[in-house]
């Protein structure tokens, strides 16, 4: 065994020894990254740029504006079914308040039907704010419809008659809750909270 290990060794050594030295070039047009693993060279090809399938040897297409109304207006449409959902969730429970509003069930509820509609409202105009002023005022315009209004009413009243308290749904995290109920103090009394209510 030793033997071998010790024949193994000096093939080795030789074998070093009569290679041929070849350094290595910084770069080769091929190799996307140097050999010191830096992207000193900037122009090194990559399978982007000689595999067609990937889009290689095409018409370089200038980036996409994302305050373009085609393109917000395509995002829109995709997370429609998230947010009407949200909405009509909500919009199922507008009609009088009144105590069977503090049952277990129906508040708990009541307090997923606000918080979830808020966050998809707070959602989307965080992110198309991002995008530019089009799609900015787009997306105001789109969360201002007379069903979103009346939405507001009814928040405004259930948190004005104490039938949802404000640390129900915290500010920091539903802003856009924060803002529809700016101002309002409770008025009458409040419903216990659940055991089953969100966290």
Same mark, same amino acid.
Request: glycine share 6%; charged share 25%.
């Given at each position: 065994?030793?033997?071998?290990?010790?024949?193994?060794?000096?093939?080795?050594? =030789?074998?070093?020894? @009569?290679?041929?030295?070849?350094?290595? /070039?910084?770069?080769?047009?091929?190799?996307?990254?140097?050999? %010191?693993?830096? /992207?000193?060279? *900037?122009?090194? +090809?990559?399978?982007?740029?000689?595999?067609? =399938? /990937?889009?290689?040897? *095409?018409?370089? +297409?200038?980036?996409?504006?994302?305050? %373009?109304?085609?393109?917000?207006?395509?995002?829109?449409? /995709?997370? &429609?079914?998230?947010? %009407? +959902?949200?909405?009509?969730?909500?919009?199922?429970?507008?009609?009088?308040?009144?105590?069977?509003?503090?049952?277990?069930?129906? !508040?708990?509820?009541? @307090?997923?039907?606000?918080?979830?509609?808020? %966050?998809?409202? *707070?959602?989307? &105009?965080?992110?198309?704010?991002? !995008?530019?002023?089009? #799609?900015?005022?787009?997306?105001?315009?789109?969360?201002?419809?007379?069903?979103? +209004?009346?939405?507001? =009413?009814?928040?405004?009243?259930?948190?004005?008659?104490?039938?949802?308290?404000?640390?129900?749904?915290?500010?920091?995290?539903?802003?856009?809750?924060? &803002?529809?109920?700016?101002?309002? #103090?409770?008025? *009458? &009394?409040?419903?216990?909270?659940?055991?089953?209510? !969100?966290?």
């Amino acid at each position: 065994m030793r033997a071998a290990a010790r024949i193994l060794a000096v093939v080795v050594f =030789v074998g070093v020894a @009569i290679a041929p030295y070849r350094p290595h /070039l910084a770069l080769d047009p091929d190799e996307p990254i140097a050999a %010191d693993a830096s /992207l000193t060279a *900037g122009h090194a +090809r990559t399978i982007f740029d000689f595999e067609p =399938v /990937l889009g290689a040897f *095409g018409d370089p +297409r200038p980036p996409r504006d994302p305050d %373009d109304p085609a393109e917000f207006e395509a995002y829109l449409e /995709l997370q &429609k079914p998230w947010t %009407d +959902r949200n909405r009509d969730a909500i919009a199922q429970m507008l009609g009088p308040i009144d105590w069977s509003l503090c049952e277990d069930a129906n !508040r708990s509820r009541l @307090i997923a039907a606000v918080t979830d509609y808020y %966050d998809a409202r *707070g959602r989307q &105009k965080a992110s198309f704010a991002l !995008r530019g002023r089009r #799609a900015r005022a787009y997306i105001e315009q789109v969360w201002s419809t007379p069903l979103d +209004r009346q939405i507001d =009413v009814f928040v405004r009243q259930l948190a004005t008659s104490g039938f949802l308290q404000l640390r129900d749904v915290p500010g920091r995290s539903y802003p856009e809750f924060a &803002k529809v109920v700016a101002n309002t #103090a409770a008025l *009458g &009394k409040t419903c216990p909270r659940p055991h089953t209510e !969100r966290p």
